[in-house]
């Protein structure tokens, strides 16, 4: 993981392979359009235990993209910052999990 210097703050960076990347973008993707038919369905009127459905599959899309992006920031980011002694990272993760418990 390189860190990049940006004016007054730090920000890091991870770069992904042309694979990742293509993944990760499909998925959102998928879950852009599943909001636009969400919006779509109030203009529409739809009833609302149908939106209720749709909008639990957007929220279970949204999981699981952060369960796939988790588990590679944990295979290679934390990973490769615990071999390079930075503990640190660790409470970095834990309250990260804590976000995503909310």
Excluded: P, W
Aim: hydrophobic content about 35%.
């Amino acid at each position: 993981m390189e860190e990049k210097k940006d004016c007054c703050q730090c920000h890091k960076i991870k770069e992904r392979s042309d694979k990742e990347h293509k993944d990760l973008m499909n998925r959102l993707s998928r879950i852009e359009g599943q909001i636009r038919g969400i919006k779509r369905m109030i203009d529409e009127d739809a009833y609302c235990t149908d939106i209720i459905t749709q909008v639990a599959a957007a929220n279970a899309a949204l999981n699981s993209f952060n369960k796939v992006l988790l588990a590679r920031h944990i295979k290679t980011c934390v990973t490769e910052d615990i071999k390079e002694g930075k503990e640190e990272t660790v409470d970095d993760l834990l309250k990260t999990l804590q976000k995503l418990m909310k």
